[in-house]
Each structure stands twice: as structure tokens, then as C-alpha cells.
């Protein structure tokens, strides 16, 4: 194995851009006119000076492992162009058939660089002995009895916002779901403000999705009663919280909007980077990244946040392997797990992971609801699935056995991505492995791998 | 609770709301609330309904994809693709500044046409976005539908957003082989109009008879634009052997077929229409042998009138406004008649004798522009040579062509390797400030000459204190069409030079950036092309000074 790990593909250096301008400006620095003085570390360090419109050159460097990045402009971007600009002049040297632009070759770091980055291996020694000190129950300094009453008091705020709340839903159904449209959004949003108030923000949320259904189209009533009706049962959940086992109470308090701990029994393994994409709600970023242990066969999902304009962390390359240590948050049927501080450096692309039909994807889902009965979706793999157009007169799509006649439908949000397109490209009519969310709006396809190739490809 | 009650009893109750529909009598539990009753029935019902999905009926799959037995792109070239599609939707020549950095964008048509000529096949992945690309630029599409390829069709038909790939498709790979008579004339008498251009085309360059046989059958019933496009088509490889057919044409109902047919057979020197317009040229223009004090002088007499004849072979009679009739024939005349009849009228002279001959009463503009029109029409290389005079003379004191698009004109039927030294010298002698359009019919990449006086000349322009953006347009095309290995030599112009005196303020350090630019676009443009040769061998690297 190679030292230095695999270098990132271009795809997976532009995933990490925050945006779209960003992954421009990155991609036309990345040529070798204005760097110099370029070089990485068999550490996965890579850095080098960007000539800008000043005198002085920007000073980039880039811990790959992480990744974190440094640079010297002013941007409020992260990371920034000149990150992005080194990281694709060094990814496309990965492949090393031609060094022609600038030498991203390997060698000692430039004092400049090599400050940062004993920085961040120094911090990541403290941190590891913080937790060994921890671990060994030396770090005593919170106040169990302090912290004691502070939830207390918490719980009981959210109990005041699940009776209201319950009291808000029975008066829409006793007045009738048909004035719920006319009521209009307003409403719903002060309710949502009230259970951020409440310290609920997991119920805040859920009522602002249940305000925005009365004008999401056709079919509507239907929607509104079983989002209403499972806000219902989240309220009665956490109402008779001591009364539900364990792991289900666990699984309610997160989703009311406590935080969960990441407490499990740690899992070190080769995790293959199945995909990673942001959704925004105006002032939060969040960040999902599917990972997929090699060993353990378990899927993962790790969740980052970021300010608006910010890039969330972590970010990681997919379609390579990480060798990495992840720690599971506590719940029923719960995939959310915490990356360890120290990720490898990206050591190879991975294969597909196994999968299975469509029929056993949704069953999947069905016996993952069990645990956790608000659950979307369900991270599944589709093995020899084609894309078929599904034959209404809309654009639908649906993903078909390549033996068989079953299918699952596109969900309508990943209808109209651009991932769609690559998904249907890649298969030209045959038979291609996806990964996705499968959930009872229909199958969001996040990454494929075409017939006898490791590439993963990403849809989001 | 049972689970008896149906979805739509608490959907019509809920919709309603329970103070007017009360829920089902089997979801109420003794002493509960119906609001309650029936979110606890409808949360139920809900998750039975989740948890029991069943996957969907599998619709008729679509036909595979054709096979594209093309070549796979080596792994650094499909980078470099993914990372200039990436950069497609970046505003291009929004003027002013442009810092060092390589414009990707105007890269991307060279890269196109140099993987297309290495025989590769675009990756799926980047279909979409190759496909988008060339939804938004005309000048993309030709190349990119044919990298896209066989899949590329495939993919389009499934979105309307790219409609325009099925349209203009080429259909390289859906034409039956030209052999197949049966299928040629199936698809001739079925396909559709881009199909049937596209095979046309096909057939022509195999066997012109048989295109022309083929073109007859249905001839007579085509709509008039299809006919002028068929026509059209003709252009390619056209030879004396489609004179009767062109003839014929001139008869056409439609004027614009009759003009295209006159157009083409006027290309022909020997056919029987050049014939005709030659003597009705001749009458025009004569020598007057007893010369006046300067000696010989070229005599125009323009026609008076533009009768059925002229009009038959093609000659328009109504001139655009602020033109003369008289002139206007005259022009049209001349533009259609062989070179060739010129030196036996004008006393035995060569084309260059004849282009310095004074013509009697303002006439030369009319004259000299309708021989620039006929050497571009009939590709004359030897009277372009004379019309364009000596590069280093200038435009306004030389013969004939007088404007650049004229003279770009007369430059493209010269051969390449002549045009670039022409231009080479056009620009030693006159700069840059009217070499844009000359340099736009060179080859890419430029010969050494060429390129040579293309940067010294903006060395010069340089040292005269102008700002860059003065030449920004040649600089662009200096970018794309340079040789790269030029990049070594120019190395030394990114250096920025001391503040001249008298100099545009700033002028040293924008000229260093621009050079900057050029450099690194020309390293750029010899990766890109080792990447697609696949040569593990590094190029040169330049040393630094």
C-alpha cells in the first residue's frame, strides 16, 4: 500500500466545495499559472502559495486527513478556492500517467505549513488524552446535581409544548383539515415558535413541515392527516416516555430534539464513502454522509452542521475507503454515529456493497418503521436494478429488477436532480447496484456503481 | 380499536372535522375524545400502511443503449473533462479584468474536437452535463453530440431539455451502411429531415452519381426548403458531372433553389451557365488598347437591363436600397463568370497585371470586389494571391480587397501554410489592431512564423504603454490557438517590467498578468493533449530563469 494513500478523484475534491461559485473558482485555479512552491506529505498534508492580486501569495495548506484546511485569504468561503484549486492540481497528479502542470510532488513542508499542521497534531494528541483522562473519570468537573436539575427543568418545558401541541391538533381535527388551508401558514409558524420555546426543536420542526403541506398539491388532506397523526403519536410517546422501553424512550427523545449521546461500543473499520450531500433550512446546513463498514457490513450515517455560507464538517471523499472508528448514537434502530477524531488518510476505492431487490428494500423499511415509527427512509443497496421511465404521462422514473417484475419509484424530490440523469446514463438500459434512501415517498438514489466497475458514482 | 375502519372513513372525517363527521364507531374508545380517537386510528393506520409497501409494477424497459465501440478516455483526460464541464456555466468575455488564471471554457471546444479525433468515447457519467453544455452554446454541439455519441442520442430522448440532440443529430451511428440500397432508400423515403440531410451526405461522399440518382426520385415533390437544403448539399465534392442537374434546377419554382443552383454552377468553369454569364461579363468590361496618358485602361460598361435570361441563371434584378441596378448587375455578372476569361480580355495579362490596371470612371471598387467574390467562389488561389496583394502593403494603398472580411475571405482558399505566412507578415508590417479576423482563418495551432509575430507584435504593443485589454481579443485567441510549445518563450513577458515613462499607469503589471495567463493556458492546452494521447512520457518542462 502505497504511503501516501489514494489521491482524491476531481468528483470527489469538488464535492467539498460549499457551493456552486466556489467550485467554479476552484476549478479555474486549478492549473498551474498561479501556484507555486506546491507539495504534499506522505501524511496526507498538501500545500502550496496561490498568487493573488496582491504581492504577497496566499499561503494553502490542506491536512487531508480531516480534511481541515488553512489559507491566508481573506474569504469567508470554507474551504476556500485556492483549498479547492491545490487539492484538484494535486488530484489530478494523483494519477501520475502525467506530471505536467506543477509538481505536487512529495517532500518535507514549508515552515509556513508545517506550523499549522503541528498545531492541529498537537491538538489531536490533547484531545486524545483529554479523553483517555475522561475515560479514567479524572475530569470530573461538570455538576451531576446541577446538570440533574437542568434537564429536569428542560423536560418539563417540553412536556408544557407536547400538551399544547396535542391540544393544537385535536382542535384541527375537530374544526375539519379543510380549514386548515385557509388558516394558512401563519399559524402553523407560530405554534413551531412556541415548541422552539418549549426547547423542542425536534417538534418545532416537524410542525413547520406540517404547515407547508396544505399547498404541496393534489392529495394534500391525506398527507396532512398521517403527518398530524404521527406528530400525535411523537406527543404520546414522549407524554408516556417512563411507561415505553429503553431504546424506544431513547428513540423519542431525539426526536422530540434532545440530544441523543453517542455512547455505543465504538466500530473501528474500513468505511467506504457512500455518499454525502447538505440540506438546508435557511440558517442551518446539515450535512449527511453514508458510510458503509467493509467489516462489520454496518451502514452509518454521520451528520454535520454548518452556519449559512459555511461548509459543515466533516467532509469526506466518496467513493474511497477511510479507515476510521465511529460511535454510535444511542437509540432504537438508530444508524447515526459520530466519526472518530483520527480518520486515515483515504487508502482505496471501494466495490459496491452487497444488496438486494427492490422487494427487499422495502421490507427494509417496513421492519426498520418497527423501532422507530417516524422514520423517512431507510439507507438500502439495489443490486441489477434498471431505470425505467414509469410509463404515466408525468417524468417519472422508477428503479426495475433486472429480473423480475417489481420496481420502486423515484421519489418526486430526486426527480428533478441532475443525479438523476447520471443514474440514467450510467445504465444505458442495463443492469447498475444503487445506493439510496428508500422511504414511503419512493427511493432517493445517491450513489451508483455500473456493471463490473469499483467506481462509485455520486447522484447527489 | 379494530382495524375495520377504511383510510377514507378518517379522511372524510378528518377532513370535515369531528364536530360535523363524527370518526367511526370502531376507533372510539370508551371516554375518549373523537379528535384524539381518530389521530391515535389514523397514526395506525398510517404505519400499517408504511410498514406493508409492496414495491411497485416494473414498467416496459427501455431499449439498451447502442454499443459505442470508441475507445474509453484514460483516467487523467476524463478528469480534466469532469473539471471543464464543472466550469462551463462560468461567465465568459464579461470584458475587463481577467486575472491569470486559464478561461476553461474556451477550452473545451479543442478538447472535444481532440478526443473525437482520437476516437474516444465520452464517459456516462458526464453525458448529462456534456449534453447540457451543448444546449447552451451552438458552437459546442457538433462536437459534443459526436463524443457524446450513440448513448449520448440514447440519454436525449428521455429528456425534453434535449430535444435539440435529436434534431440536429448527425446519426453517425443510426445511417444504414451506404451499400445497403434497400435501407438507403427506406430511410430516404421515411427518415426524418436531419436523417435523410445526414444521409444524403453520407451517400455523396461515397458515390456522387448514386446521391444524385437518389436525390431525383423524390425531387419533384420535396417542400422548397427541403429542396434548397438538398441542393445545399451539393456544395460538397461538386463536380462537372452536376451540371444537368443544376441546370434543370434553374428552373425551379423556388427563386432561393434558383439562386443556389446558379451559385454552384457558376463554381464550375466549364459548365454551360459560366458559359453564358462569361460572355455577358465580357461585354461589360474591355481594355482601352489606345490608352490614355497613364496607358492601358480597364473600360466598364455596366449592363442596362437585367433580362429573363440573367434572371433564369440566377442574376437578382432588384438591387438592396442605396445600390445602383446597373452596378448591382454588373457585380453579379463578374462574381459568376470564370477567372479564366480575364487575361485573354485584358491583353494577355496575369491576374497580379491585371489587379493594377486603372479602371476608367470609379468603377475599380465594383470590379475588384465582384473578382474577390469570384475567387472565393471558384477557390482561385492564384487570383486571391493577387487581390490580396503583398502583406506588407497597405490595406488602403493595395489592389483589390480592401476590407478585412474580404481579405479573410481570399485568405481561405489560399494553403495553410501560406495564409499563416501572409499573416505573419501582415502583422509585422501593421500590428495587431486589424489582424483579429485574418487570424481567425489561420490553422490551429499556429506555425511558428505566425505565432512568433503574433507575440512580438504584442511585445511591442506592450513596450508602447497601452493596457492589455486593448488586445484582449487577440490575446484570447492566442490563448486557444498558440502552440504550445511556445510556452518556454514566452516565459520571460510574465515578468513585470519597471513603470515606462509616459506608460498607462498599472499598464507593466496587468501585461505581466496577462502573459501570466497565456502561459499557463498554453500548459494547460499541451496536458490536456498528452492526457488524451494517453503518453505516459512527461513533455518538456521549461526551465525557469
Known amino acids: ?460 | 380499536m379494530t382495524g375495520t375502519t377504511s383510510w377514507e372513513e378518517l379522511v372524510t372525517s378528518a377532513l370535515l372535522g369531528t364536530d360535523r363527521r363524527t370518526p367511526p364507531a370502531d376507533v372510539m374508545a370508551p371516554g375518549q375524545d373523537a379528535p384524539v380517537a381518530l389521530l391515535d386510528a389514523a397514526a395506525l393506520h398510517t404505519l400499517r400502511r408504511r410498514a406493508g409497501l409492496l414495491p411497485a409494477r416494473a414498467a416496459a424497459r427501455p431499449e439498451p443503449a447502442p454499443e459505442d465501440d470508441r475507445r474509453e478516455l484514460p483516467e487523467p483526460a476524463r478528469r480534466r473533462l469532469a473539471q471543464l464541464l464543472a466550469d462551463r456555466s462560468a461567465p465568459a468575455g464579461t470584458g475587463g479584468r481577467r486575472g491569470t488564471a486559464p478561461d476553461l471554457t474556451e477550452l473545451l471546444p479543442q478538447w472535444l474536437t481532440a478526443a473525437n479525433d482520437h476516437g474516444y468515447r465520452a464517459p456516462a457519467a458526464a453525458l448529462p452535463a456534456l449534453l447540457d453544455a451543448a444546449r447552451g452554446r451552438n458552437d459546442l454541439r457538433p462536437h459534443a453530440l459526436a463524443f457524446a455519441g450513440p448513448r449520448g442520442l440514447w440519454l436525449a430522448r428521455f429528456n425534453p431539455d434535449w430535444k435539440f440532440a435529436l434534431r440536429g443529430a448527425s446519426g453517425g451511428a443510426v445511417l444504414p451502411g451506404v451499400q445497403d440500397s434497400e435501407a438507403v432508400r427506406q430511410l430516404w423515403e421515411q427518415g426524418l429531415f436531419a436523417e435523410r440531410v445526414a444521409l444524403l451526405a453520407a451517400v455523396r461522399a461515397q458515390d456522387a452519381n448514386a446521391a444524385r440518382a437518389l436525390l431525383a426520385t423524390s425531387w419533384s415533390t420535396e417542400r422548397a426548403e427541403d429542396r434548397l437544403m438538398f441542393l445545399d448539399s451539393l456544395r460538397a465534392g461538386l463536380s462537372d458531372l452536376d451540371e444537368p442537374f443544376l441546370e434543370e434546377a434553374l428552373s425551379d419554382r423556388s427563386r432561393n433553389v434558383r439562386a443556389t443552383a446558379a451559385e454552384l454552377l457558376s463554381a464550375l468553369p466549364n459548365s454551360a451557365l459560366a458559359a453564358r454569364m462569361a460572355a455577358r461579363a465580357a461585354t461589360c468590361v474591355s481594355l482601352d488598347r489606345t490608352g490614355g496618358p497613364t496607358g492601358p485602361t480597364v473600360i466598364v460598361e455596366a449592363p442596362h437591363e437585367c433580362d429573363a435570361d440573367m434572371q433564369r441563371d440566377g442574376v437578382s434584378p432588384t438591387p438592396p436600397s442605396g445600390r445602383g441596378e446597373r452596378s448591382w448587375w454588373l457585380g453579379q455578372l463578374v462574381e459568376a463568370s470564370p477567372l479564366s476569361i480575364w487575361p485573354e480580355r485584358l491583353g494577355g495579362r496575369t491576374p497580379e497585371d491585371i489587379v493594377t490596371l486603372p479602371v476608367l470612371d470609379d468603377w475599380t471598387d465594383e470590379l475588384h470586389a465582384a473578382w474577390c467574390r469570384a475567387a472565393v467562389r471558384q477557390r482561385d488561389a492564384r487570383w486571391a494571391r493577387a487581390l490580396l496583394g503583398p502583406p506588407a502593403v497597405s490595406p488602403v494603398a493595395g489592389p483589390g480587397a480592401s476590407s478585412l472580411a474580404e481579405r479573410a475571405k481570399l485568405l481561405g482558399t489560399l494553403p495553410v501554410a501560406e495564409r499563416a505566412s501572409w499573416v505573419a507578415e501582415f502583422i509585422a508590417a501593421h500590428g495587431l489592431s486589424e489582424a483579429f479576423q485574418l487570424l481567425g482563418v489561420c490553422a490551429v495551432p499556429w506555425s511558428g512564423p505566425l505565432g512568433r509575430a503574433v507575440v512580438d507584435a504584442l511585445d511591442i504593443a506592450r513596450d508602447g504603454g497601452s493596457y492589455p485589454w486593448s488586445f484582449s481579443g487577440v490575446m484570447g485567441l492566442a490563448e486557444r490557438c498558440l502552440d504550445p510549445a511556445e510556452a518556454s518563450h514566452l516565459e520571460i513577458l510574465t515578468a513585470t517590467p519597471d513603470e515606462a515613462e509616459g506608460a498607462s499607469p498599472g499598464a507593466g503589471g496587468y501585461w505581466s498578468e496577462a502573459f501570466q495567463r497565456l502561459v499557463s493556458t498554453l500548459r494547460l492546452r499541451a496536458a490536456m493533449m498528452s492526457e488524451l494521447t494517453g503518453d505516459p512520457e512527461r513533455p518538456e518542462r521549461p526551465d525557469i530563469t
Do not use: N
Request: net charge negative; with cysteine.
Open chain 1, 1 to 460: 500500500m502505497d504511503i501516501a494513500g489514494v489521491r482524491w478523484t476531481t468528483e470527489q475534491v469538488l464535492a467539498l466545495a460549499p457551493d456552486d461559485a466556489s467550485r467554479r473558482a476552484g476549478a479555474r485555479l486549478s492549473a498551474a499559472g498561479p501556484w507555486s512552491d506546491a507539495g504534499s506529505s506522505g501524511e496526507g498534508a498538501v500545500w502550496g502559495l496561490c498568487k493573488g492580486s496582491g504581492k504577497k501569495p496566499y499561503q494553502t495548506v490542506i491536512d487531508t486527513k480531516g480534511p481541515a484546511y488553512k489559507c491566508s485569504c481573506p474569504s469567508r468561503k470554507f474551504p476556500c478556492k485556492h483549498a479547492l484549486g491545490l487539492l484538484l492540481l494535486w488530484a489530478a497528479e494523483g494519477t501520475a500517467a502525467v506530471r505536467t502542470v506543477v509538481d505536487v510532488g512529495d517532500g518535507p513542508a514549508p515552515d509556513w505549513a508545517e506550523e499549522w499542521l503541528r498545531g492541529r497534531r498537537k491538538r489531536s494528541e490533547e484531545q486524545e488524552e483529554r479523553a483517555k483522562a475522561e475515560a479514567e473519570g479524572t475530569a470530573g468537573h461538570a455538576d451531576p446535581e446541577a446538570a440533574r436539575r437542568r434537564a429536569e427543568r428542560r423536560a418539563a418545558r417540553i412536556t408544557g409544548g407536547a400538551q399544547e401541541l396535542e391540544q393544537r391538533l385535536t382542535d384541527l381535527l375537530r374544526g375539519g383539515l379543510a380549514a386548515a388551508e385557509q388558516s394558512g401558514y401563519g399559524l402553523w409558524e407560530e405554534t413551531a415558535a412556541r415548541m422552539v420555546d418549549a426547547q423542542a426543536p425536534g417538534l418545532a420542526a416537524r410542525v413547520r413541515e406540517l404547515g407547508s403541506i396544505p399547498g404541496s398539491g393534489a392529495g394534500w388532506p391525506v398527507r396532512l392527516l398521517e403527518e398530524s397523526a404521527l406528530l400525535h403519536l411523537l406527543d404520546q410517546g414522549w407524554l408516556g416516555i417512563e411507561r415505553l422501553p429503553a431504546p424506544l424512550a431513547t428513540t423519542v427523545r431525539t426526536r422530540v430534539g434532545l440530544p441523543s449521546p453517542a455512547d455505543g461500543p465504538p466500530v473501528k473499520d474500513h468505511w467506504l464513502v457512500l455518499a454525502q450531500y447538505d440540506t438546508s433550512d435557511g440558517k442551518i446546513t446539515t450535512r449527511r454522509i453514508w458510510l458503509y463498514g467493509r467489516e462489520s457490513g454496518h451502514t452509518a450515517l454521520v451528520l454535520g452542521f454548518g452556519a449559512a455560507g459555511r461548509s459543515p464538517q466533516p467532509a469526506l471523499p466518496v467513493g474511497l475507503v477511510i479507515e476510521a472508528e465511529l460511535t454510535p448514537h444511542a437509540g432504537a434502530g438508530q444508524l447515526r454515529a459520530d466519526l472518530g477524531e483520527e480518520v486515515g488518510v483515504p487508502e482505496a476505492t471501494g466495490t459496491a456493497p452487497p444488496g438486494g431487490t427492490t422487494t427487499a428494500a422495502v421490507e427494509a423499511y417496513g421492519s426498520a418503521l418497527r423501532e422507530d415509527p417516524w422514520l423517512e427512509s431507510w439507507p438500502v443497496t439495489l443490486t441489477d436494478v434498471i431505470p425505467v421511465p414509469d410509463g404515466g404521462d408525468g417524468d417519472g422514473w422508477q428503479l426495475a429488477d433486472a429480473d423480475g417484475e417489481s420496481a420502486l419509484p423515484i421519489a418526486p424530490a430526486a426527480l428533478g436532480r441532475p443525479g438523476l440523469w447520471k443514474l440514467v446514463a450510467l445504465s444505458g438500459g442495463g443492469p447498475v447496484t444503487v445506493f439510496g434512501e428508500c422511504g414511503h415517498r419512493g427511493f432517493t438514489p445517491l450513489a451508483v456503481w455500473s456493471a463490473g466497475s469499483s467506481e462509485t458514482v455520486q447522484l447527489t
